[in-house]
C-alpha cells in the first residue's frame, strides 16, 4: 500500500462484485492528492474573542457547537476519505459585543492510539487498517471499542456526546471541550458491529429521541430505538430482519411513524465479515453494492412499537440527507430529502468537498397509505445539502428549509440557502469567497412565525472564518464575528440553550 501511495494513485474499490448482474456498479474511490491541498485545514485553539460587528440579539446566549472531520494526516500516512477525518469540536459563545470560539480535537482512542504508534489506526467509512468492526487492539494488547465520532453531537440527560455512525459516542465536556472518553450506554443493545444513524430525531412535543441501527450478524437487523436520558439508554423499540441493509445515514420522525427510506446501496453482512480476509484494501463503505433495480424502499414504521406499516417501492436514487417529514391533512406523509441521482457523492467526497461534486436536487415524497402508493417529485435542481428545519417543527407540517447551496452564487462557490417549499422560492445569503458549513436554527423565543428565529453559519476562506448571525425571516445579516486562521468544514452541530432543547 505505501509504494502505491508512492506511485501517486491509488484505488479503493467500492462494491467489488463478481455480480454478472449488469444494473449493478463497481464504483471507485481514487485515492489522490486533491490539487488544492486541503488537509488538516484546522486551528485546535482554545477559548478566544472577537469583535461583533453588528447587533446579537440578546436572547442568543447559549452554545453553538460543532464537529467536524479535521485531520487527515499523521506523519507521511493520510486519510484518504473526508468522512474519515479525525473530529474536531468547536463551540461558539455570545457575551456582549463578542464571541468566543475554542477549538479542540476530539482525543478518541483511534486518534490516541494513532499518536502513540506514529501511524493511522482507524477503523472507519472508507478507511480499513486491521479490522471492520469497531473491536481493535490496546496498546495493553486488550481488544476494546472504539470510534472516530466525528459528524454530530448531542446532549444526553447532562452528557454532551459526540457521535459517530458506530454507535459509540464520546463524551466531552462542553465549555473545555476536553474529551472525557467513551460513553457506555447502559443497555445490552449493540455497541460493536452495528451501525447507525448519527442523526438521532426528537419528537418536539413529547421529548423522545429516537434513533435507527444496522446490527449485522448472521443476518442483518434493523434495529429502532429510543433514548432514556434518565437512566442512560437506550431501549429498543423494535427490530426487524432485513435481507439486504441500506446505507441509511438519515431517517425522519413525523407525529406518529418513523420513516425510512433505504437506497439501492446495500450489504450483504458476510460481506462486511469477510472484510478483513479479503483485502487490506476494503472498507465498510466498499462492501456495498449499488443495486439500482431493487430500486428505493421507504418503510414506514409505528412510533410506539416499532411495527411495520406499510412499505412503498420508488426508482432507485440515492440520499445522505432528509430534510423533513410530516403527516398532511389527506393522511399522507409528506417528506423531502436532497437527492442524489446514484451514491457517487460519496466518491466525490473522497477528493474533498471544496471540488466539484455531483448535483443534488430537492425531491419530495408523498406516501399514501389508502392506495399504497408513493409518488416522487423533484421540486427543484438547486444543488443543495445539509438541510435544517425549526427543532420544533420536527416531524410536523414546515414551510421553510435551510440549506448550503452549491450551484447559485455568483463566483460559483457556495451559499446559505432558505428555500420556500410552499412557493418553490429561494433566497440566498452569500459572501464572495466564503465557504458556508451547515447553518443551525436557532428559534426566537416566543417567536411567532416558523422562521422568527436566527441562523447561525461559518464562512471560511484560506485566512480565517467568521461567525454570521442570520434573520432567518429575511435572510440579512445582523452580526458576525470573524477569527484569523484557519476553520475546519463546518458539518453538523447543535444549539445548546441555557435549558434543555
Ligand atoms: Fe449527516
Not at 460481506?271 to 456495498?288: H, M, P, Q, V, W
Request: glycine share 8%.
Amino acid at each position: 500500500m505505501i509504494s502505491a501511495i508512492i506511485m501517486g494513485v491509488l484505488y479503493l474499490f467500492i462494491g467489488l462484485s463478481s455480480d454478472t448482474n449488469n444494473l449493478e456498479k463497481q464504483i471507485l474511490i481514487e485515492k489522490k492528492e486533491h490539487p488544492r491541498e486541503k488537509r488538516d485545514s484546522f486551528e485546535e485553539k482554545g477559548l478566544h474573542y472577537s469583535n461583533v460587528v453588528g447587533k446579537l440579539p440578546l436572547w442568543l446566549n447559549g452554545r453553538f457547537i460543532h464537529i467536524s472531520p479535521a485531520q487527515y494526516t499523521l506523519g507521511d500516512e493520510k486519510i484518504w476519505h473526508f468522512f474519515d477525518g479525525f473530529g474536531l469540536l468547536t463551540s461558539y459563545t455570545f457575551s456582549g459585543d463578542k464571541i468566543g470560539v475554542c477549538s479542540r480535537l476530539l482525543k478518541t482512542d483511534q486518534l490516541k492510539a494513532s499518536l502513540s504508534e506514529g501511524k493511522i489506526n482507524l477503523l472507519g467509512f472508507a478507511e480499513n487498517f486491521g479490522e471492520f468492526f469497531p473491536l481493535r487492539t490496546t496498546s495493553d494488547g486488550q481488544k476494546a471499542c472504539t470510534s472516530n465520532a466525528n459528524i454530530n453531537v448531542m446532549r444526553l440527560g447532562e452528557h454532551y456526546l459526540a457521535l459517530g455512525e458506530i454507535p459509540m459516542p464520546v463524551e466531552f465536556n462542553p465549555e473545555t471541550l476536553a474529551t472525557e472518553g467513551m460513553f457506555d450506554y447502559a443497555d445490552d443493545l449493540p455497541k460493536k458491529d452495528a451501525w447507525e444513524s448519527a442523526h438521532p430525531k426528537k419528537d418536539p412535543e413529547t421529548g423522545i429521541v429516537y434513533n435507527i441501527m444496522y446490527g449485522f450478524g448472521f443476518m442483518s437487523d434493523l434495529i429502532i430505538y429510543k433514548f432514556n436520558e434518565k437512566t442512560l439508554s437506550r431501549e429498543k423499540i423494535a427490530s426487524h430482519h432485513v435481507s439486504y441493509a441500506s446505507y441509511v445515514h438519515d431517517f425522519s420522525i413525523t407525529k406518529r411513524f418513523i420513516v425510512i427510506v433505504a437506497y439501492p446501496l446495500v450489504v450483504n453482512p458476510w460481506d462486511l465479515n469477510g472484510i478483513r480476509e479479503k483485502s487490506t484494501e476494503s472498507s465498510f463503505i466498499g462492501a456495498f453494492k449499488w443495486k439500482p433495480d431493487q430500486g428505493t424502499i421507504v418503510s414506514v414504521f409505528d412510533k410506539n412499537d416499532g411495527s411495520l406499516v406499510q412499505e412503498f417501492k420508488l426508482p432507485p436514487f440515492f440520499a445522505l440527507h432528509h430534510v423533513n417529514a410530516y403527516e398532511n391533512a389527506n393522511g399522507q406523509i409528506a417528506l423531502s430529502l436532497l437527492a442524489y441521482d446514484d451514491p457517487k457523492i460519496i466518491l466525490d467526497l473522497a477528493l474533498f468537498p471544496d471540488g466539484n461534486i455531483s448535483p443534488s436536487n430537492i425531491r419530495t415524497i408523498t406516501l399514501d397509505f389508502q392506495s399504497k402508493k408513493a409518488s416522487l417529485k423533484t421540486v427543484s435542481n438547486i444543488s443543495c445539502d445539509f438541510p435544517v428545519v425549526p427543532d420544533k417543527l420536527l416531524g410536523r407540517e414546515f414551510r421553510y428549509f435551510y440549506a448550503v447551496c452549491f450551484n447559485n452564487c455568483d463566483d460559483k462557490r457556495n451559499g446559505l440557502m432558505k428555500y420556500d417549499l410552499l412557493q418553490g422560492k429561494q433566497q440566498i445569503f452569500y459572501r464572495q469567497g466564503l465557504l458556508f458549513g451547515e447553518p443551525v436554527f436557532v428559534p426566537k423565543p416566543d417567536g411567532r412565525s416558523e422562521d422568527d428565529g436566527v441562523l447561525l453559519v461559518v464562512g471560511r476562506n484560506d485566512e480565517g472564518y467568521s461567525l454570521f448571525v442570520i434573520d432567518a425571516s429575511t435572510m440579512e445579516e445582523l452580526a458576525h464575528a470573524s477569527f484569523k486562521g484557519a476553520a475546519a468544514t463546518q458539518l453538523h452541530g447543535h444549539y445548546f440553550g441555557k435549558k434543555p432543547v
